[in-house]
DNA sequence: TATACTTAGTTACATAAAGTAAGTTAATTT
DNA sequence: AAATTAACTTACTTTATGTAACTAAGTATA
């Protein structure tokens, strides 16, 4: 009646990873420390899930921010220790993604 | 106003992958072909969303539904080659998760 | 000085995705 | 004949995401 032979720590894991739009959030992050609004910009994202993603991977300690006091203030996001960890995770969907998916042409409605 | 550095094949395969359950489905036929309720069950997904996910990865070409004409019939899943490619992702998620996820105990409500 | 713009969000509402539970079909066991 | 199992599907509810407008504080523009 309910799962057995999953190891937790993994099925956690993908609880995070594989939720829409974190998988782009820190591969964006992996290039370096980014403001609310250059995300919001390069990945699609709206900014009301953008703000929850981000509030969640900094609990998960995935994700940290950075509150520079400049006027007017900058605020950045940029990835901890166990962000950066994930490095290897997202090359191997690289490696996956050039070895297997085709590129579809979008038809333009 | 959109994306431009992303890379389109990239970004499609986290499309796939991401998608709540994708991993776990994936994960489980690692192990080798599987029957819908036995996938259903080990995974905790409903069966409504088992039977959209596995028709979505047979269309991408990740799994393959085998019907064996017994009495009474039965209906296996398992990963094709492109789905078996997968498993570098999923072994870096598992790595990622030895390495740096935290059992919370879970409190029982 | 007033108006408009930018950043980093939040709020309210609409639509899409997932969960729940019951139903279906065909065959099998009791 | 009634109950059970497998592999789904259907109808309905709840949750997640998208959209658009709003806020606050500062900056630039007319």
Not at 30 to 54: D, K, N, P, Y
């Given at each position: 009646?309910?799962?057995?032979?999953?190891?937790?720590?993994?099925?956690?894991?993908?609880?995070?990873?594989?939720?829409?739009?974190?998988?782009?959030?820190?591969?964006?992050?992996?290039?370096?420390?980014?403001?609310?609004?250059?995300?919001?910009?390069?990945?699609?994202?709206?900014?009301?899930?953008?703000?929850?993603?981000?509030?969640?991977?900094?609990?998960?300690?995935?994700?940290?921010?950075?509150?520079?006091?400049?006027?007017?203030?900058?605020?950045?996001?940029?990835?901890?220790?166990?962000?950066?960890?994930?490095?290897?995770?997202?090359?191997?969907?690289?490696?996956?993604?050039?070895g297997w998916m085709e590129i579809e042409k979008q038809s333009f409605v």
């Amino acid at each position: 009646m309910a799962d057995q032979t999953i190891c937790p720590k993994f099925e956690s894991a993908l609880n995070i990873i594989n939720k829409r739009w974190t998988g782009l959030i820190i591969f964006q992050l992996l290039e370096g420390a980014q403001r609310f609004s250059t995300i919001e910009a390069t990945i699609g994202i709206s900014g009301r899930v953008l703000s929850e993603r981000l509030k969640d991977l900094e609990k998960q300690g995935i994700v940290k921010r950075h509150v520079y006091d400049e006027t007017p203030v900058r605020i950045e996001y940029d990835l901890t220790e166990k962000g950066m960890a994930l490095k290897p995770v997202l090359e191997s969907i690289q490696e996956w993604a050039d070895g297997w998916m085709e590129i579809e042409k979008q038809s333009f409605v």
